[in-house]
């Protein structure tokens, strides 16, 4: 009798996000589908990396409906910044060959508002990410 070690979680994560049913399913939802999209990325980071790096990120509908509007918009900018690092150090840990960190945020989803489609580009990026090292927790653990 062979002992192997599965490190494989048994509650597999989806790798499904992407930009254009969240786009599409938002329209039809009056935004709520966007807010459950978000709330997953952070839950999945969170049960990915929190064990490594001893973080947790803020759920999104808390940032969204408390600390966001106290804030002026202040929350949400240190948000994305600091969950588009920890996605990235939590890739580069693995070693999952895709570069994604806060300068994407900061290029994309803030310079990128002036081209329109930059805020776009980031959320594919950040889901594509997600997808990736929720892929990689799925057969790692």
Known sequence: MENTVNTAPVGQLKTNKGLLKT???????????????MSSVSDDINIVASRHDGKKTMHFCLLTFVFVPITFGIAGIVWFHKISNRIGAELKRRGVAYSFSAADYWLWNVLGKLIVVGPFIYLHKMFQAV??????YNING
Do not use: E, Q, R
Not at 29 to 37: A, D, P, W
Not at 131 to 136: C, G, I, R, T
């Open 131 to 136: 997808n990736k090292m929720n892929a990689h």
């Open 23 to 37: 786009i599409l399913l938002s329209l039809i939802t009056f935004g709520i589908y966007l807010l459950v999209v």
